[in-house]
């Protein structure tokens, strides 16, 4: 295969970008006890006030408990609260409510982002060359020098702009300034890593490099909260999705049992006539269709008494698009305190 | 210590086109210096002297009451400050950041200075303490703009040590002497303002040492205001 050498390569590169928590070099050794939770949010509540007396509530007694290891999708509509979860999180904004956790410590201690990477939705930079923008931000979060300079070629070409190093970010295309943001965020190796819609201006080749990028995060044991409106990529990769819906969580789960429904069956038979039943579809001499999963023994005596012969029986498998709109076309909680 | 140093360093980077605009006044007086006729002309070129010193106390004033509200307008403070870096930090940098910007033109200054007045016959000694008032206004001029820029827009932060600079000078001349010293930066930018070929003066200190001590007061008020602020909010 001519062109499996340059895909193993990118994969070994990408894996030599993380080392085990243990061994990390920003943090030195340390012992590993038991895993205290990457991120915790307790009953948060958020609240903007402007001039003269308007109040708008961002997030409502939010709770929720990101355990450390995991890829958690962090999903909802535009002005949900994600982004204020976020920057709660990070220490840029004070509870109006509440506190939270990252690593152990309070929201905003700086000792704790030592260990962190953050990427923020629309990510801006300084104009300097990649590779000294990247050092930049390596140096402020206490690297030394030789490791620094080693570490920031390393993350250049995680993202694949090593050939770009060289060149000014300010001459950089959305979708490069991106990728630069996420390097900036993984050259101290963090332990967790915050990302608020990282892939919303890649294209798709970027968006499978980031994809393996954060899976390999994951196999070296780092914990992400990953903050994103591609639904189709938060379900391949999370292992637990939170939807939030105007400042509330309103469905927080595992994703792939959110993804198995349990009210409904999908039904796959032969020797039937589609018509038996309502939304069935024959294909290939096969006749498909989902039934509530009460139903699912009647239905099923049903084409046996038909003459017909089951040949498979599932849980109906939803999309996260289908949930996330479910969730969050319904009203909001209600909110009295001057959301629109 | 390293994430302040960092941040001065990377703030006069961002500043360096205004920083080189101001040299170039510098660079006006370096040219009286060439083509004029200077032990004839040695008023004019102390007058242009201090004229040019002035004018760098105003945009320390500039540089201090905007470099938050750039730095949060084109969210560049957010990548900042998810690093292992404290408010409080950052601030340092950025008033680090400030004394440097004056101080590389308050070091040009003063080599133009030594140059052209001490060929007039001007102390060369007493330029150079004429600069480190200079240096240490700008420092609290700064600092004060920087901490009105921890919740004003720049306009109003301007506005605000504008009138915090000022009316100790005003209470100065209309009520006792000793209320300029209350903010040093006019008793600091009068004394080279009231140097002469004829009564260089002599080095009076105490000023200057105000002028640290209400820096460091500053810097403290302002990261007790910073630490409060919500740099994540979109500025008007």
């Known amino acids: 295969m001519p062109g499996a050498a340059p895909v193993v390569n990118a994969r070994l590169w990408i894996l030599r970008t993380f080392q085990k928590p243990c061994q990390s070099r920003v943090l030195g050794p340390f012992r590993i006890g038991r895993m205290a939770p990457a991120l915790e949010f307790e009953n948060l509540s958020k609240e903007y006030r402007s001039f003269p007396r308007r109040c708008l509530r961002a997030l409502d007694d939010f709770s929720l408990v990101v355990e450390a290891g995991e890829i958690f999708g962090f999903l909802g509509p535009n002005g949900a609260g994600k982004s204020t979860a976020i920057h709660l999180a990070m220490g840029f904004m004070r509870p109006t409510h509440g506190r939270g956790r990252m690593l152990g410590q309070p929201f905003g201690d700086a000792h704790a982002r030592r260990r962190v990477g953050f990427l923020a939705e629309n990510v801006s930079l300084y104009h300097r060359r990649a590779e000294r923008l990247v050092r930049f931000y390596g140096a402020l979060n206490g690297m030394g020098r030789t490791y620094l300079a080693k570490r920031a070629r390393e993350v250049l070409i995680a993202v694949g702009l090593q050939e770009q190093s060289k060149r000014n970010v300010g001459r950089f295309s959305r979708g490069m300034l991106q990728r630069v943001g996420l390097a900036q965020a993984l050259v101290n190796d963090p332990e967790l890593l915050i990302l608020d819609e990282p892939t919303s201006a890649l294209d798709p080749a970027a968006r499978v490099m980031v994809r393996e990028l954060l899976l390999a995060a994951r196999e070296a044991g780092k914990t992400i909260f990953l903050s994103s409106h591609l639904l189709s990529e938060v379900e391949l990769i999370c292992d637990r999705v939170a939807v939030l819906h105007r400042g509330k969580l309103v469905r927080l789960g595992r994703t792939r049992d959110l993804l198995h429904s349990s009210e409904k069956t999908e039904i796959v038979a032969r020797g039937i006539a589609a018509s038996a039943f309502p939304e069935a579809v024959a294909h290939d001499g096969v006749v498909s269709f989902s039934a509530p999963a009460t139903a699912q023994r009647a239905v099923l005596e049903q084409i046996w008494s038909l003459g017909g012969e089951v040949v498979s029986v599932n849980p109906a498998r939803r999309s996260l698009e289908e949930i996330f709109l479910e969730v969050t076309a319904a009203p909001g909680p209600a909110d009295e305190k001057g959301r629109p | ?236």
């Open chain 2, 1 to 236: 210590m390293k994430p302040v140093f960092l941040i001065a360093v990377n703030f006069v980077r961002e500043q360096r086109w205004p920083i080189f605009v101001l040299l170039l006044w510098v660079l006006l007086l370096a040219f009286l210096g060439l083509f004029s006729d200077i032990p004839r002309q040695r008023e004019d070129l102390l007058f242009v002297f201090k004229q040019v010193a002035v004018y760098v106390i105003a945009f320390s004033v500039f540089f201090g009451g905007s470099a938050i509200y750039n730095e949060r307008k084109s969210r560049r403070i957010l990548a900042v400050l998810s690093k292992s870096v404290a408010r409080y930090q950052y601030l340092s940098g950025l008033v680090l950041g400030v004394t440097i910007a004056s101080g590389i033109y308050c070091f040009a200054l003063g080599i133009t200075g030594s140059w052209t007045l001490g060929e007039a016959g001007f102390p060369i000694s007493r330029v150079w303490f004429l600069m480190v008032c200079l240096l240490l206004a700008c420092m609290l001029a700064g600092t004060v703009a920087l901490m009105f820029s921890t919740f004003l827009n720049p306009f109003f932060a301007a506005g605000a040590t504008a009138a915090v600079l000022g009316l100790p000078a005003l209470a100065g001349h209309g009520i006792a002497t000793q209320w300029q010293y209350a903010i040093p930066v006019y008793p600091l930018a009068a004394i080279i303002m009231k140097s002469s070929f004829q009564a260089p003066g002599v080095a009076f200190w105490p000023p200057l040492g105000l002028a640290v001590l209400e820096t460091l007061a500053f810097w403290v008020l302002s990261a007790r205001i910073f630490s409060l602020v919500d740099i994540a909010v979109a500025v008007e």
